[in-house]
């Protein structure tokens, strides 16, 4: 059965370049388009892995992050923070949060998928 990733951006073209980089490897693929719909799409999809944005409407990645790893239903899902943000203040708020993994935009999508292959298996 093929893995489930929730992207979550608030940028369409974010999601666009996330899903082209990745689509290729078999992945089920959903969008969020703000923090809220993050939010309420992984309680009902309950993926293996959310590409979260840090700064969206709604509620910001880092809120998102911390409600699903708060909830018992949701703490399993995996969490790879993508932003803009690259200061260690944002990498210590990823910790904090529950994330699993940091990359900055723009990103590599060798890179992306590493590190998605890496998440997915621990």
């Known amino acids: 059965m093929a893995k489930k990733i929730l992207i979550a951006d608030d940028e369409a073209i974010v999601r666009d370049l996330i899903k082209s980089s990745i689509e290729s490897e078999g992945y089920e693929i959903f969008e969020a388009k703000n923090g809220l719909d ?12 959310i590409i979260l944005d840090i700064m969206m409407p709604g509620k910001i990645g880092y809120q998102v992050c911390s409600d699903l790893k708060s909830d018992p239903a949701t703490k399993q ?28 935009k723009p990103f590599n999508p060798h890179e992306l998928k590493a590190r998605i292959r890496k998440v997915l298996r621990a």
Do not use: H, Y
């Not at 993050?38 to 892995?49: F, G, H, I, Q």
């Open 38 to 49: 993050a939010l309420s799409k992984a309680k009902e999809l309950v993926p293996d892995l």
């Open 77 to 104: 899902i995996s969490i790879i923070f993508l932003t803009g943000r690259s200061s260690s203040l944002s990498m210590e708020a990823v910790q904090e949060s529950g994330g699993d993994d940091f990359l900055t």
